[in-house]
């Protein structure tokens, strides 16, 4: 495959305002312990591709990987830096599933829909496990993630799930009771839950540099700091338009989800942007392996969720929180902090390093979204906060889309997406009013 792209005249230089803060990462753990990566040129000419990948986070890459991995001309086209949004700030959980639970998805969607997504839902942790395998991706790999309840109808729920897994044929779940929980993760916080042995967690900024540099081992072009401002369809070409370039290809694939900035507007009114922050304490050395001796990670079922892990140094990665429309709370820290206690008591007095926020996509269902905008432009978003494996799952069937097996992307464009009540003006006070009635839910127990 040729990676010489033919040079067209530039004529196209348009500014505007940055996003990202021209591209640095946030003052993140990820950010700090990151490996080394190459500084990738800024485009600022005008040239020819065959596929063109817009947005350098896992829905971008894992497509690109695969793309370039069948032979495909490929460029990516990414704002700020690889993994500046949410796939290198996120908790790092490899979670099987996705954010809508199967139950949901057959009340809303129909059995046939359900059965669909039921069989496809592990292939994006094992996507990511192959990419880290081929590729030697350095990116702290460890095993297995708990799903913790609080109270009875919490449990009750997981019990439902496990068996509806288990119909599906995934036995890799098991049910946990208190003396079960606490053999993973100590504190008293928990009367139970499920782990799945087929789970885990990773450094979420070192995947997506490992794959960066596969999708360029492969011969496929990443411009990072180049922000996609425009996009123009034509009948026998597409071109993607940037600050000081473009990009005419044959086809696109558009996986900025919620850092899309607005580009495409018939995409920016379907999902809306929702933060969730972390923060990561001092190494606690041999306090770590006390708290979470299985080295596990764990996000408890209620719907506005905690999650947490250790990293590779013995930190404590802590997270959750919520706030719709993407804003960054006033402090990280004393809005995180709490919880943390609440679960580990033991890290009351503990120093915290470090303390970020990020966006995810939310989609009203909570089911991700993959269509077409043209013949020749596809897209991809909506992971609404469990993205990680989702994602991966994603690039692999917009790949196959494009190779022409376009069964599995064809019975996800069908599922019908549903806007927010009241539109753009309305979904953030809408889904804040439905925030606080299901943490009155999880308060109760009903």
Known sequence: MSTNLTELPSNNKRNIEHYSNKGQYPDSYYAASRNPKPDRPKLQNDIQAEICVVGGGYSGLSTALHLVET????????????GWGASGRNGGQIVNGLNASLQKIRKSYGQQNADFVGQLVTRGNQIIRRFIADYHIKCDLKQKNIFAAFNQSQLQDLQETHALWESHGMHDREMLDKAGIQTHVKTDAYIGGMIDHSGGHIHPLNLALGEAAAVEQQGGIIYENTLVVDIEYGDDAI?????????????????????????????????????????ATEPLGALADQLIPTDVCVEDVRYILDYYRLSADKRMLFGGGTVYGGQDPADITAKIRPNMVKIFPELADVKIDFAWSGNFALSFSRVPQMGKLHDRVYFAHGYSGHGVTGSHLFGQILSDAINGNTKEFDAFAKIPWIPFPGGRALRVPYSMMGSWWYALKDKTGL
């Open 71 to 82: 032979g495909h001309e490929v460029v990516v086209l990414e704002g700020a830096q690889i």
């Open 239 to 279: 071109k993607v338009i940037t600050e000081y370039g473009s990009v005419t290809c044959q086809q696109a694939v558009l996986c900025g989800n919620a850092y899309l900035n607005k580009v495409v507007p018939k995409l920016t009114d379907r999902v809306m942007p929702v933060s969730t922050q972390i923060i």
